[in-house]
């Protein structure tokens, strides 16, 4: 079975610019999370999707960071205007929402902000 | 507000110690409950989980305590070992229709040979 697939592994902005992380979850997982995990630290849930649904996007900073999964399966993650304090590593993550178990994770987009 | 809470960003263990990893939460309607190991450049994996059903979950040296009433949930290694060096990250979840899942921060345990 494929895991949680990310692209790309590493990027490096300068302030102000955008990018976009994609993620492919597992096949047959409905739900599909984003989370940020600065350097040292646990991962911050930032988004989750059921099925192409946001459940919560509370701790999205919603005026630079925007998620879809449109179709219920694939996801981007998308920051515009780049800030150096988005530097950090961005996970991907997905479960099966209906048994409640484990949560996978990608191996994540690590991103640089100079 | 934080919804889980390492409350110590570090441990450090002797070989063969028990290892005791905390974790707190908020939400008291979480009713599942895991460990997640963190090795540097690498994503967490599942270590360990529990549901709210029951108060303890051994697996090989891992065990985990849920006490609700308490909102606490721990981490027992025994017999810790320097490959135990890492970073453990706790979460705790929901399954009451739609899935959330939170984690703490991390508690970074160092096994000294």
């Known amino acids: 079975e494929a895991g949680v697939t990310q692209s790309p592994r590493y990027a490096v902005l300068q302030e102000g610019q955008a990018v976009s992380f994609w993620c492919d979850p597992i096949?047959?997982?409905?739900?599909l999370y984003w989370y940020q995990q600065p350097r040292d630290q646990g991962p911050q849930l930032l988004v989750y999707f059921r099925d192409e649904a946001v459940i919560d996007n509370s701790q999205l900073p919603s005026d630079r960071f925007s998620a879809v999964r449109p179709k219920g399966t694939n996801s981007t993650l998308k920051i515009q205007s780049a800030k150096q304090g988005d530097t950090a590593t961005y996970l991907c993550a997905s479960s099966s929402g209906t048994t409640n178990t484990e949560v996978f994770f990608g191996k994540g987009t690590r991103l640089t902000v100079v | 507000g934080q919804q889980v809470k390492q409350s110590s960003p570090s441990l450090t263990v002797q070989e063969g110690g028990i290892s005791i990893l905390n974790c707190d939460y908020e939400n008291d309607m979480f009713d599942y409950f895991a460990w997640y190991k963190k090795y540097p450049d690498n994503s967490p994996t599942l270590l360990i989980s529990?549901?709210?059903?029951?108060d303890k979950r051994e697996d090989g040296r891992l065990t985990v305590f849920l006490n609700k009433s308490g909102k606490h949930f721990s981490l027992h290694i025994t017999a810790s070992q320097p490959e135990d060096t890492a970073v453990y990250l706790c979460?705790?979840?929901?399954?009451?229709?739609?899935?959330?899942?939170?984690f703490g921060k991390g508690t970074s345990l160092t096994v000294i040979p």
């Open positions: 979460a705790a979840g929901s399954n009451t229709g739609y899935q959330n899942f939170y």
């Open positions: 096949s047959g997982h409905d739900t």
């Open positions: 529990v549901r709210s059903n029951v």
